[in-house]
């Protein structure tokens, strides 16, 4: 049972424990306490996202988890016409979930739930979005990458970002 609650592949899923030997509770319950924390709910876990990053022209902000928000900003010129802007949030609900909330050109927030936390790397999900479903984070160094998947118009589509972070106003 403790080998299972370790793996990330059991992750979300439901299982049973079926024996005919009587375990000791106490021992049990020592040894759950001294299984890690999970910090899926903790906004603090994406502090590595906070910055200013850059690609080019494009850039994408950050800012550090305050007061149970990380707010963001992403900014794409295109050549002749306006840039294309949305505002971010990632906010930590009541519930202990944390939900990515973007809102391109300003418009009504569409939300993407944690559903993977890793050091350095998180994957947002919203399976009845249209595009995109699922949205990963990381971090490698000096860059700040994401991930945009899912469908449309019945075939397969991502789109990534590579920023580097910028140093100074």
């Given at each position: 049972?403790?080998?299972?609650?370790?793996?990330?592949?059991?992750?979300?899923?439901?299982?049973?424990?079926?024996?005919?030997?009587?375990?000791?509770?106490?021992?049990?319950?020592?040894?759950?306490?001294?299984?890690?924390?999970?910090?899926?709910?903790?906004?603090?876990?994406?502090?590595?996202?906070?910055?200013?990053?850059?690609?080019?022209?494009?850039?994408?902000?950050?800012?550090?988890?305050?007061?149970?928000?990380?707010?963001?900003?992403?900014?794409?010129?295109?050549?002749?016409?306006?840039?294309?802007?949305?505002?971010?949030?990632?906010?930590?609900r009541a519930?202990?979930?944390?939900?990515y909330l973007?809102?391109?050109?300003?418009?009504?927030?569409?939300?993407?739930?944690?559903?993977?936390?890793?050091?350095?790397?998180?994957?947002?999900?919203?399976?009845?979005?249209?595009?995109?479903?699922?949205?990963?984070?990381?971090?490698?160094?000096?860059?700040?990458?994401?991930?945009?998947?899912?469908?449309?118009?019945?075939?397969?589509?991502?789109?990534?970002?590579?920023?580097?972070?910028?140093?100074?106003p």
């Amino acid at each position: 049972a403790l080998d299972v609650l370790q793996d990330p592949d059991t992750d979300h899923k439901s299982f049973a424990l079926v024996g005919d030997r009587r375990g000791d509770p106490e021992a049990w319950r020592g040894q759950l306490r001294a299984l890690p924390r999970d910090d899926r709910g903790s906004l603090e876990a994406l502090a590595w996202m906070a910055g200013h990053w850059r690609d080019g022209d494009r850039e994408e902000l950050w800012l550090a988890p305050r007061g149970g928000l990380m707010l963001g900003l992403n900014r794409e010129p295109r050549p002749g016409a306006l840039a294309s802007f949305e505002y971010l949030r990632i906010e930590a609900r009541a519930d202990g979930s944390l939900v990515y909330l973007a809102s391109p050109g300003g418009r009504a927030a569409t939300p993407f739930h944690l559903t993977t936390l890793g050091p350095q790397r998180a994957v947002f999900t919203n399976p009845s979005h249209d595009f995109p479903k699922m949205l990963t984070y990381w971090r490698d160094g000096e860059t700040l990458r994401a991930r945009a998947d899912g469908v449309e118009g019945g075939e397969r589509r991502a789109l990534e970002y590579l920023w580097t972070a910028v140093k100074g106003p």
